[in-house]
C-alpha cells in the first residue's frame, strides 16, 4: 500500500468492503471517512430532501441528530423505552407528523432496538427505516446483521469500537444498489460524467453535490487484520460481560444491569447506578476509567434549543443521562481486573447511608 502510493480510497478499502459485506451478508458495503458521514450520506441517499423530518431517539450519541441537519433534514425526537435504550415505537408514533419521513433506530450499548415494533410502526406511518448501528458490529436479529433490518445503517471503526481503526474511519451497509450507488458517488465529490470501478454496470448520476469522504488505506489495512479476531474478541468480552453480572447482582446502589437479549454484542457495559457521578468519581480514585456516554439527552443539547424542548420532555432518555455508567471493557481485560472494578463499587456503597 505504501509502496503503490494509493493511500485513499484504494485496493485495501475495496478489499475491507468485501470482507465486511461476506461478515455481515450485506449486499454493499461502502467505506467512508467516519461513522458520522456514513449516517449524513445514507440518509442523502436514501432520499432525504431538505426540510425532511427524521425520528430520532432523545438518548444517543450526537452524531445521531447532527447527521440529519447536516443531510439537510430536521431531528425529531422520541423517547426511548423504559426498559432498554431503543426509541420507544408509542413515542414514535406520538412525534411522528406531515413532514416525517424517516425513522432512525439506534441500537446502542449491548442491545438492538426491539426492531419489530420499530419496522411495525414506520410501516403503519409510511417511514423509511435508517438504523444508527454505528455501534452494532456483530449484532444480529435472527441472523440478520444490524444495519440491514431497514434501507440501510452504518458502522463506526472510532477506535475505541468493537471492530476499532487507529484514527476516524466508517461504512455504510446496505442491500439497495441505489442507495450503494449514490453512496458511491457522494463519498467522492459526487459523480461528474464518470462511473466508479466499484459497481458495474450501474453508472447513474446522482445529481446532488458530493462531498470528500474516502477513506485511508491504512485504515482499511489495519481493520482488515482485526476483522479476522472479531469474533474471538466479540466472545471474549461476552465472558467479561457476564463475570460483571455475576458479580452485581444484588449489589445495592446499582439499580440496572443490561439485559442479555439474543443477537447482542457486548460493545461497553453499561449500569445504572444510584449517585452515579460519585460512584464514578470513586472508581477514578481508584484508577478505574468508566465513561458516561450520553450526560445530556439530545433535546436539550445547545444546538437543538430552537426545537423548543424542556427538561421533562422525554423522561426515559433523561433518566439514562443521570444514572448510566459504562464500566472498563475491553477483549484483553484480565478476570481480575473485573473482580477489582466489582470490589470498588461494592465498597463505595457500602459506606453510604
Ligand atoms: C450511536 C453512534 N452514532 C454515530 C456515531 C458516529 O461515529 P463516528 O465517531 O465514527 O463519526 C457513533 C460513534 O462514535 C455512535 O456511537
Known amino acids: 500500500m505504501i509502496e503503490n502510493g494509493k493511500y485513499s480510497h484504494g485496493h485495501k478499502v475495496a478489499k475491507l468492503e468485501s470482507a465486511l459485506a461476506a461478515y455481515t451478508g450485506a449486499r454493499f458495503v461502502i467505506g467512508v471517512n467516519s461513522g458520522t458521514d456514513a449516517l449524513v450520506l445514507l440518509l442523502r441517499a436514501a432520499g432525504l430532501r431538505p426540510g425532511d423530518e427524521v425520528v430520532v431517539p432523545a438518548f444517543s450519541f450526537i452524531a ?6 447536516l443531510a439537510g433534514g430536521r431531528p425529531v425526537f422520541a423517547d426511548i423505552e423504559p426498559d432498554g435504550y431503543g426509541i ?6 406520538d412525534v411522528a407528523g406531515e413532514r ?8 446502542l450499548f449491548s442491545q438492538l432496538v426491539d426492531i419489530d415494533k420499530v419496522l411495525d410502526v414506520a410501516w403503519r406511518l409510511g417511514l423509511t427505516v435508517v438504523e444508527d448501528s454505528a455501534e452494532a458490529i456483530g449484532m444480529r436479529h435472527r441472523g440478520t446483521h444490524a444495519g440491514l433490518l431497514g434501507a440501510g445503517g ?9 471492530l476499532g481503526a487507529i484514527g476516524d474511519a466508517g461504512a455504510v451497509l446496505t442491500d439497495d444498489p441505489r442507495i450503494a450507488d449514490t ?32 477513506m485511508d488505506d491504512i485504515q482499511a489495512a489495519v481493520l482488515l487484520a482485526k476483522l479476522t479476531r472479531l469474533d474471538a474478541d466479540i466472545a471474549r468480552r461476552a465472558q467479561l460481560a457476564a463475570h460483571y453480572t455475576e458479580l452485581l447482582t444484588g449489589v445495592p446502589g446499582v439499580r440496572k444491569l443490561p439485559a442479555a437479549r439474543p443477537g447482542g454484542v457486548f460493545y461497553v457495559y453499561v449500569i445504572e447506578a444510584e449517585a452515579r457521578d460519585d460512584l464514578a468519581a470513586h472508581l477514578s480514585a481508584q484508577g478505574v476509567q468508566t465513561e458516561v456516554y450520553y450526560p445530556v439527552p439530545l433535546h436539550l443539547q445547545p444546538c437543538f434549543r430552537d426545537l423548543g424542548h424542556r427538561s421533562g420532555d422525554f423522561p426515559n432518555a433523561e433518566a439514562a443521562c443521570r444514572h448510566t455508567l459504562a464500566l472498563p471493557l475491553y477483549p484483553d481485560m484480565p478476570a481480575a481486573a473485573v473482580e477489582k472494578v466489582c470490589g ?10
Open 88 to 93: 420507544d415505537p408509542a413515542s414514535v408514533a
Open 344 to 353: 470498588s463499587i461494592r465498597d463505595f456503597y457500602r459506606g453510604r447511608p
Open 183 to 214: 453512496v458511491d458517488a457522494l463519498r467522492h465529490h459526487g459523480r461528474f460524467g464518470r462511473t466508479i470501478d466499484n459497481f458495474p454496470g450501474i453508472s447513474t448520476e446522482t445529481g446532488l453535490p458530493g462531498m470528500n469522504s474516502k
Open 100 to 107: 416525517t419521513r424517516f425513522v432512525m433506530p439506534v441500537h
Open 154 to 162: 452504518v458502522l463506526s471503526f472510532f477506535p475505541t469500537k468493537t
Open 64 to 69: 445521531s441528530a447532527s447527521s440529519v441537519v
